[in-house]
Antibody, heavy 120, light 109 residues
Framework: QVHLQESGPGLVKPSGTLSLTCGVS?????????WSWIRQPPGKGLEWIGE???????TYSPSLKSRVTISIDKSKNQFSLKLTSVTAADTAIYYC?????????????WGQGTLVTVSS | SELTQDPAVSVALGQTVRITCQGD??????ASWYQQKPGQAPVLVIY???NRPSGIPDRFSGSSSGNTASLTITGAQAEDEADYYC?????????????FGGGTKLTVL
């Protein structure tokens, strides 16, 4: 049973960089899966941010691509998100999730989420 | 592209409700569905159009035709009251993307 846990600062200043880490247990991050970040502004719907393969290959949302970097640390079995030049619009609950992508695509396991507020 | 869902749907306790999701990406990629209760992370309830993960009650079922995917709850229970999101892969030219529907708030009366 895979378990994902987000961690990082809950408050980021405007124009700063949001940095989060997702720790993975119960599965090796090198196992051939894809891993993803998704966010949800308060009271709103889900928005995909991007994904990373164990090889380091990444895909990002077109709307966030210029500000997002997702990286992977196999030695710590974790992957990370950096979002630069944040504004209040980036205030959201940030989830990490495991992707199953073979014949079909879906998110089969999610972290509990962490609220990040952008405010001075 | 986008996935379109009705913002809100209601169902009487024990009755059947269908939640739909429309979008061009569903012609190429299969839909998955997620249930989200207040203060909780989303939970996968249907994947690959119609498959249920272990632990999801069999009152949840999925189907798909053309550009429309559906989630049906047969005999809705009070604990099914939640937000439901559809999701699929998408492509824009050679660029891969992921899309979510706007969500449907299900009320069980």
């Amino acid at each position: 049973q895979v378990h994902l846990q987000e961690s990082g600062p809950g408050l980021v200043k405007p124009s700063g960089t949001l940095s989060l880490t997702c720790g993975v247990s119960g599965d090796s991050i090198s196992n051939g899966d894809w891993w993803s970040w998704i966010r949800q502004p308060p009271g709103k719907g889900l928005e995909w941010i991007g994904e990373i393969y164990h090889s380091g290959t990444t895909t990002y949302s077109p709307s966030l691509k210029s500000r997002v970097t997702i990286s992977i640390d196999k030695s710590k079995n974790q992957f990370s998100l950096k979002l630069t030049s944040v504004t209040a619009a980036d205030t959201a609950i940030y989830y990490c999730a495991r992707i199953v992508w073979s014949a079909h695509f879906y998110f089969d396991s999610w972290g509990q989420g962490t609220l990040v507020t952008v405010s001075s | 592209s986008e996935l379109t869902q009705d913002p809100a749907v209601s169902v009487a306790l024990g009755q059947t409700v269908r939640i739909t999701c429309q979008g061009d990406s569903l012609r190429r990629y299969s839909a998955s569905w997620y249930q989200q209760k207040p203060g909780q992370a989303p939970v996968l309830v249907i994947y690959a159009k119609k498959n249920r993960p272990s632990g999801i009650p069999d009152r949840f079922s999925g189907s798909s035709s053309g550009n429309t995917a559906s989630l049906t709850i047969t005999g809705a229970q009070a604990e099914d009251e939640a937000d439901y999101y559809c999701n699929s892969r998408d492509t824009s030219g050679t660029h891969l993307d992921v899309v979510f529907g706007g969500g449907t708030k299900l009320t069980v009366l």
